[in-house]
């Protein structure tokens, strides 16, 4: 009897699923929570850009290379290795909030409204690579430029 009724709604399922269609839906997290925002794209950008004015602002130690302090040299070579870690870490997670963005948020109705999201999108995650090759105050400044873009429509959106 059990093996019956098991058997009777595998066959239920399987007709269901044959003349409704499941949907499928992803979010960030994989759970479709609803929850975005360009907030965490935009604080990787600015401390990208806070990174590159901190690498500017770093000078070797005094009578480099002439005379060679080995712990001056070592403390200006930390500091410089940390700044630029922290703005390839920010150039990358910078990118991966703005793809969560791209590929889970906005929809095809969101394209229709606001037909600049490809070209918005792709030059920012390109800024986003160049940052991280470079240390460059135009690019950094750039990307600062082009997420507050991408913020605006999202936030257009909501």
Same mark, same amino acid.
């Given at each position: 009897?059990?093996?019956?009724?098991?058997?009777?709604?595998?066959?239920?399922?399987?007709?269901?699923?044959?003349?409704?269609?499941?949907?499928?839906?992803?979010?960030?997290?994989?759970?479709?929570?609803?929850?975005?925002?360009?907030?965490?794209?935009?604080?990787?950008?600015?401390?990208?850009?806070?990174?590159?004015?901190?690498?500017?602002?770093?000078?070797?130690?005094?009578?480099?290379?002439?005379?060679?302090?080995?712990?001056?040299?070592?403390?200006? #070579?930390?500091?410089?290795?940390?700044?630029?870690?922290?703005?390839?870490?920010?150039?990358?997670?910078?990118?991966?909030?703005?793809?969560?963005?791209?590929?889970?948020?906005?929809?095809?109705?969101?394209?229709?409204?606001?037909?600049?999201?490809?070209?918005?999108?792709?030059?920012?995650?390109?800024?986003?690579?160049?940052?991280?090759?470079?240390?460059?105050?135009? #690019?950094?400044?750039?990307?600062?430029?082009?997420?507050?873009?991408?913020?605006?429509?999202?936030?257009?959106?909501?």
């Amino acid at each position: 009897m059990i093996v019956d009724i098991i058997t009777f709604m595998q066959c239920i399922s399987q007709f269901l699923d044959k003349i409704i269609p499941s949907v499928r839906a992803d979010a960030h997290c994989d759970i479709p929570c609803g929850i975005y925002d360009a907030t965490p794209a935009k604080i990787a950008a600015v401390t990208v850009l806070r990174m590159v004015l901190q690498i500017k602002e770093l000078h070797p130690p005094a009578g480099f290379p002439l005379t060679l302090d080995i712990n001056a040299m070592k403390a200006f #070579a930390q500091s410089m290795m940390r700044r630029i870690a922290v703005k390839e870490q920010h150039a990358e997670l910078c990118k991966k909030e703005l793809l969560i963005l791209w590929t889970d948020f906005f929809k095809a109705e969101h394209l229709e409204k606001f037909p600049q999201l490809h070209v918005l999108f792709w030059q920012a995650t390109k800024l986003c690579s160049k940052n991280k090759q470079e240390v460059n105050e135009d #690019a950094a400044r750039d990307l600062v430029a082009a997420v507050d873009g991408i913020a605006k429509v999202f936030y257009d959106t909501k």
